[in-house]
């Protein structure tokens, strides 16, 4: 496996000849993470999406204690019901809560009676449970969770909140196939916040495909603002940002221009 490494400010960023190499190496890194907690629990925060898929791949060939983690889940639609093709629920419980068999997986419930106080559960059960490692992509608006640009604060007050969704990331969500067309796309989610991201211990960033490269060219290059939420990053102090050679295509242009 050919592999280049390289730093800017904060960020370890990894690029890899492929997406499913990307995927292993990220879970590999996981894995070496839980293990250092050994023998207490690991309390590891989900992203869902196309995007994942290698990173799974890559868990189910390593040897995890997985009943010794508790898994957590970064957003989900406002209104979606847990067996909605594109609900993040049901991401979350076929491809990692049935697979893997953790201890517990704790679900943020995106139809709940009452939304706010779903929000002020949750953020309640975070609390409780600081995550040690954070599995966080990138948007191809450059939104980490739905944190995208127009509502994304890095000093928010909140731990998870309901955010409206901007044209671009409803897009990017029927591009992938989750909807059958734009108007099915919820406008609304529920979200963990940027602060609550960033409480991360490690964050294991997992961002392949050329239609990310300019987020992540703007992550990595451009301001640290709220234009391109995912530049946050580069403050955090344990992240590692895992690419392959598409994705990572426009951030090695100007890097070595």
């Not at 734009?182 to 989610?189: F, I, T």
């Not at 946050?232 to 100007?254: C, G, N």
Request: charged content about 25%.
């Amino acid at each position: 496996m050919t592999v280049r490494e390289l730093k800017v400010e904060n960020i370890k960023v990894k690029i890899f000849p492929t997406k499913e190499e990307l995927g292993l190496a990220a879970a590999q890194h996981a894995a070496e993470v839980i293990a250092r907690l050994a023998p207490g629990r690991a309390n590891v925060l989900f992203a869902t999406g196309t995007s994942q898929f290698p990173l799974v791949e890559g868990l189910k060939k390593q040897n995890i204690d997985w009943q010794r983690v508790y898994g957590f889940h970064l957003d989900e639609y406002k209104g979606i019901s847990p067996d909605h093709p594109a609900s993040f629920r049901l991401w979350l419980r076929e491809r990692i809560d049935q697979q893997f068999k953790p201890g517990a997986f704790h679900y943020i419930q995106g139809d709940a009676p009452d939304v706010e106080a779903e929000c002020q559960r949750y953020a309640a059960l975070l609390k409780e449970n600081p995550i040690d490692v954070g599995f966080i992509g990138i948007g191809e608006n450059g939104h980490i969770a739905f944190n995208d640009p127009p509502v994304a604060d890095f000093q928010d007050k909140q731990a998870v909140k309901v955010v409206e969704l901007d044209e671009a990331c409803r897009k990017q969500q029927l591009g992938e196939g989750w909807f059958p067309t734009l108007d099915d796309v919820p406008r609304e989610a529920v979200t963990l916040t940027i602060p609550t991201i960033m409480s991360c211990k490690t964050i294991i960033s997992v961002v392949p495909e050329g239609r990310k490269a300019q987020a992540v060219r703007d992550a990595l290059l451009g301001p640290i603002e709220h234009a391109c939420p995912a530049s946050i990053l580069r403050t955090h102090p344990d992240v590692t940002l895992y690419l392959d050679q598409e994705s990572a295509s426009l951030f090695l242009r100007d890097f070595e221009a």
